[in-house]
């Protein structure tokens, strides 16, 4: 979906500024990993909540997305994670609409139109305890599946990127769409997340080939070539990986 979380490229935002001490060797020179206690525990309640098994990844990214798009904007970055875990927790049948509404954020969860994203009858799974929770997170989600075609393109063909038009999930950023590029890298079958966030058979998992493909700069942001030459654009290559139904080739 194309919404407000789709910033890449997007203008009028302003400078990004990182938040770093002015010494930079100082131990905490970076920027803070939560900016008060309450973000703690909305992210600590977001990695709980997932593990109980009743969503992946790709739905709780699109639950995040699903918001309106001034709403999403006004938000902080963990405000939008409570948004989006509230939406889950409802639409996968845990949390009732009474009990939605004396939560924090709650004017933002518009339960009125459902998300597309599906309600298993799945048993609820016992959180792992403190120590068994590091070692998943260590250990992370992996989409790597086995390759069970071959790739539709070899590297080096020129391709292009497709309008995304559908209301649901997609990583293929807006600033992409139509541009033209080509194959750098071939990834091999990965979970496709347009499919993964609104799967009806938990069992039937969706690959798609992985590609990364390179862009002339000027391609996805024809204005830069009014501040540098266009031979500067064209060796300024930007990478970004594609799945293959996102592409078509003449």
């Known amino acids: 979906m194309i919404g407000a979380h789709d910033l890449g490229g997007k203008q009028g935002f302003g400078r990004v500024l990182p938040e770093r001490k002015p010494d930079a060797s100082a131990p905490d020179r970076h920027e803070p990993l939560f900016h008060a206690e ?11 909540t997932g593990m109980l098994g009743q969503w992946n990844i790709d739905e709780s ?19 939008t994670w409570l948004v989006g875990l509230q939406k889950l927790l409802h ?4 949390l009732e609409p009474e009990e939605l509404e004396s939560l924090p954020f709650a004017d933002s969860v518009d339960i009125s139109t459902s998300l597309s994203i599906p309600r298993h009858n799945k048993p609820v799974i016992e959180p792992p305890s403190p120590a068994k ?11 790597r599946l086995p390759d069970s075609r071959q790739p539709k393109y070899a590297v080096g063909t020129t391709v292009q990127v497709l309008p995304m038009t559908h209301a649901g999930h997609t990583r293929a950023p807006e600033y992409v769409h139509g541009a033209t590029g080509i194959i750098h890298a071939i990834n091999g079958m990965h979970i496709y997340p347009d499919a993964n966030a609104h799967r009806r058979d938990e069992d039937a998992v969706v690959g798609e080939m992985l590609y990364t493909v390179s862009f002339a700069r000027v391609a996805l942001f024809p204005s830069h070539a009014l501040q540098a030459s266009v031979k500067e654009c064209n060796q300024d ?14």
């Open 133 to 143: 929770a590091a070692e998943l997170l260590a250990k992370g989600g992996p989409t």
């Open 61 to 79: 990214r699109h639950a995040r997305e699903s918001q309106e798009p001034q709403r999403y904007l006004d938000n902080s970055y963990y405000e």
């Open 91 to 94: 639409a996968k049948g845990l």
């Open 237 to 250: 290559r930007i990478f970004v990986d594609l799945w293959e139904p996102y592409l078509t080739h003449d």
């Open 38 to 48: 309450w973000e703690r525990r909305a992210f600590a309640l977001t990695l709980a």
